[in-house]
C-alpha cells in the first residue's frame, strides 16, 4: 500500500520484547554457551538496568547487593534467573519497589527449589537469593495478579532440570503477554504444550538455540500518537461538511515506524478500538499509519484492560477530552442504533465521556505508582470525577463534577510513572499543561519530548494549510 506520509514517529523498541529477549539470551549463554544476537533492542531505562545487570553477574562476588532500580519487570525476570542459575545475590530496588508485591513468584521459586528469603519485610523486596536444587516439577500459580510472574517462570522452564507443568489459577491477567513469552522463546526454538481451556503450560527440559533476534516497536508508546490523532479529530474534520462517506477530506496520516501487522505485543489491541475516536489503522511496509475517519460507535460501552493494562491511563484520558466532529450525530455516525437507549446515548461530547465502563484496572495499583489513585487525582484538575461504582467496585466510569472551573494552566503530577506523563501529554493539544517531572519518560520513551515538540511544531504549520486547502474546496 502506497500512502502519502505528512509526518513520522519514531518509536521506541519494545521494553516487553526486549527484556525478555535479554533474558533468554543469558540463559542460552548460561545452559549451552549458545550465542545469541539480538537487535534493536529497547532504549528505557529498564532495559538498559537489566542488560548492566546482566552482563556483570560474571565479576559479581558472592552475595553482592544488585540493584534494580525502579524496574518491575527486570526486577521480576532477575528472581527467578539468579535463583535458577545458583546465583548467591541480594536483590533490591528503590523505595517503590520494594513496596510492590513479589510474594507470588517467590512461593513459586520456592516450591521448585529456590533458596529465597526476605531480607526485609515479607513478600516484598529485597530478597537474598542463595542457590536452586529443583525439587518440583509441578506447580500451581494465581494468574490474576501479575502476567510477569508467570513469564518469569516459563522463560527458565526449559533449563530446568526436570521441565515444569505450570497450572494457571484464576482469571489470567494481561494474556497477551504470557503468549508473547512463549512466541518468543518459540523461535529460539523452545515447543510448549499449552491448554487455554484447562489453564495448562507444560514445557519440557530443552535447549535454547543460538538465533538472531530483531525487537520490533513499542505498541504501548503507540498508544500516544493515537491519542494525540484523536484529539486532533475536531480540528482535522470541524464540522459535517467535512464528513464524506465516512472519510475526513484533508486528512493527515501520520506513520509510526517499525510496528509489525503480526505483532506478538497485546497492546496492538489500539487497532481494534481507535476507530471508537476517529482513528484507523493501515500497514505498511515500515510501519502503521494513522489517519483520521468519521468515529464509529463501540458494540457496547465497556472496556476491559485486563490484557493490555498499560494503556489504560493513555485511553482513559483520552476518553477525558475526546471531542467528535461538529453537526448531526445521525450524520458523524452512519449507521447508530435505533432508537438511541442508556446504553448507546446520543453521542453528544459529555454522554459519550459518561457512558464509558472501565474494567480489568486491578493491576493499575500495584504499577510505578498507584495509578487508579493518580488518575482520580489528575482527572478532577478537569472537573472530571473517575470513580468506581458502589456497588461494583471493579468497574470504574467518569462523571463531570457540577460548577467546577478548572485553572487556566493545569500542572500534572506525574508520581515518578512515565506513564502518567506521556497519556497526559496529548491533551496539551486542547489546552495548557504543566507536566511536572517529565524526565520520567526514561523508563520506556527517553526520546519522548524530542518527537512530541518536533510533532507540535509540525501541528501548527499543518492546521492552517489544511484549513486553507478546505476554504478553496
Known sequence: MSLKIDFEVNLPASKSESNRALIIQALAEWQSGAKITLHNLSEANDTKV???????????????????????????????????????????????????????????????????????????????????SQKAQQLAIQADVSSQYISA?????????????????????????????????????IKAKTNWEQQTIDIAPQTYLAKTFTVESDWSAAGYWYSAMALLTRELCPNVTDLTRGRVLGKMNLLLKGLREDSLQGDKVLTTIMPYWSIKTDFVKNGAVLSNVSPTLPPHYKLDFSDCPDLAQTIIALISHYIPPAGPWQVRYPNPPVPWSAQYPAPTEVRLREAWRFVGLES?????????????????????????????????????????????????????????????????????????????????????????????EFIKAFLPTLHKKKNEL
Not at 530446568?160 to 489470567?172: M, R
Not at 491477567?173 to 529460539?188: C, D, G, N, R, V
Open 50 to 132: 537489566l542488560q548492566q545487570i546482566l552482563q556483570s553477574l560474571s565479576s559479581l562476588p558472592t552475595d553482592k547487593e544488585i540493584d534494580a532500580q525502579d524496574a518491575g519487570t527486570t526486577f521480576r525476570f532477575l528472581t527467578a534467573f539468579l535463583a535458577i542459575t545458583g546465583k548467591h545475590a541480594t536483590l533490591t530496588g528503590t523505595p517503590r519497589m520494594q513496596e510492590r508485591p513479589i510474594g507470588v513468584l517467590v512461593e513459586a521459586l520456592r516450591t521448585l527449589g529456590a533458596n529465597i528469603e526476605y531480607a526485609g519485610k515479607d513478600g516484598f523486596p529485597p530478597l537474598r537469593i542463595a542457590g536452586f
Open 153 to 189: 517462570l516459563l522463560l527458565i522452564a526449559p533449563v530446568l532440570p526436570q521441565g515444569l507443568s505450570l497450572q494457571l489459577v484464576g482469571k489470567i491477567a494481561s494474556k497477551p503477554y504470557i503468549e508473547m513469552t512463549l512466541q518468543q522463546m518459540k523461535h529460539f526454538g
Open 364 to 456: 493499575l495499583r500495584i504499577k510505578e505508582t498507584d495509578r487508579l489513585q493518580a488518575l482520580q487525582n489528575e482527572l478532577a484538575k478537569f472537573g472530571i470525577d473517575f470513580t468506581p461504582f458502589v456497588n461494583k467496585p471493579e468497574m470504574w466510569f467518569m462523571r463531570h463534577m457540577k460548577k467546577f472551573t478548572p485553572s487556566p494552566t493545569i500542572a500534572i503530577d506525574t508520581y515518578h510513572d512515565h506513564r502518567m506523563a506521556m497519556s497526559f501529554a496529548p491533551i496539551a493539544l486542547h489546552r495548557e499543561l504543566d507536566i511536572l517531572n517529565p524526565e520520567v519518560v526514561v523508563k520506556s520513551y527517553p526520546h519522548f519530548w524530542d518527537e512530541w515538540n518536533r510533532f507540535r
